[in-house]
């Protein structure tokens, strides 16, 4: 016996994976770090993910070698561009864990989590941004997200550096004052912001230090500050940009449309942008309707294995009802 689907969702910050009966019974689930192969490499992200699916098989009570499953589907954060899907697909197909296989970016999996049918549109806010978008006749409607060279503003990662930077400037007088630059101090426990930048820049704070400043601002835009609603309201404002573009490039800003949110930024301190998102995205939209999705991506990935397989609406139904 095997599993039908063995699903991925492999994030920057964590990885879920699901191995899913025919019947649309989760048998197993493990959950692990971030395999993105942008930071880790192919290699160690396949190696990663294999010991993951060998786990889920053990807790299964299934064989622990390849095959897992008759097919997987992996939705992969930094499978940006179909080339990489393409030579992420053939790594996997490789090592032989399914009969079939199909790579997408992750984003596609919370697109699927969040709709009946795969269709509309699907904005994830993480630790970066990215949007993809599906027309009823399969059209898809996607954008580059490798960062500042290919147009991307946003992100928590994005948004959190930008905390530190106002607050910096707010100091040594290039910038305003804002309730950032004390948040800041405070969070870290420095003496001064200087303080910061020194200890980041000689690498005595790493860099995934500056994550937890994402919530931050968030708090202190809601107490106020000036500076931090701007950053706030402008993130709004890109998260709608970026769904109303796929809505109009597939066709669907006159019909009733979903627009699914979804990523640590939105699923946290960022829940209170989701009825901006609304007001803006029905300027362009007036049918569409704005949510953040309670169902795990992975569960998408899982349902976008079952429609792969052909497999029967009770299937999706029972794995869709699972959070």
């Known amino acids: 016996m095997r ?3 063995l699903a991925i969702d492999g994030g920057n910050s964590k990885t879920d994976v699901l191995l899913v009966d025919a019947d ?6 493990v959950r692990g770090p971030g395999v993105s192969h942008q930071r880790v490499g192919i290699t160690a992200c396949l190696d990663a993910l294999a010991g993951m699916a060998t786990g889920a ?12 499953a008759t097919h997987t589907a992996a939705c992969l954060a930094g499978a940006d561009l179909p080339r990489e899907e393409e030579e ?3 790594a996997v197909a490789a090592r032989g864990w399914s009969e ?3 790579v997408e970016n992750d984003t596609f999996a919370l697109l699927r989590a969040g709709t009946l049918d795969g269709v509309g549109v699907a904005v994830v806010c993480g630790a970066g941004i990215n949007c993809v978008g599906v027309a009823p006749d399969g059209r898809v409607s996607r954008f580059p997200a490798v960062g500042r060279i290919s147009g991307d ?4 990662a ?10 910096v400037r707010a100091e040594d007088g290039r910038g305003p004052r804002t309730a950032l630059l004390p948040a800041v101090v405070e969070h870290f426990g420095t003496r001064d912001i200087a303080e910061v930048v020194e200890a980041l820049h000689f690498g005595e704070l790493s ?7 994402c919530p931050l601002l968030f708090a202190v835009a809601e107490a106020g500050d000036e500076v931090a609603r701007d950053l706030v309201e402008r993130e709004a404002d890109e998260i709608g940009l970026l769904a109303t573009v796929a809505l109009r490039r597939l066709g669907m800003v006159d019909e009733p449309a979903v627009v699914v949110l979804g990523g640590g930024v939105l699923a946290g301190a960022g829940r209170g942008l989701v009825p901006g998102i609304q007001r803006r995205c029905a300027e362009a939209a007036p049918k569409v309707t704005v949510r953040l999705t309670e169902v795990a991506p992975v569960v998408g990935a899982g349902l976008l294995g079952l429609d792969r397989l052909g497999a029967a609406p009770e299937a999706k139904q029972r794995l869709a009802r699972r959070r």
């Open 24 to 29: 649309g019974t989760v048998l197993a689930e």
């Open 158 to 167: 994005f948004l959190a550096r930008e905390a530190l930077w106002w607050a």
């Open 57 to 68: 098989a053990a807790a299964a009570g299934l064989p622990t070698g390849p095959p897992f």
């Open 207 to 213: 860099g995934d230090a500056l994550h937890a400043l």
């Open 100 to 102: 079939s296989v199909v």
């Open 3 to 5: 599993a039908a689907v």
């Open 88 to 90: 992420l697909r053939e």
């Open 153 to 156: 503003w946003g992100g928590g």
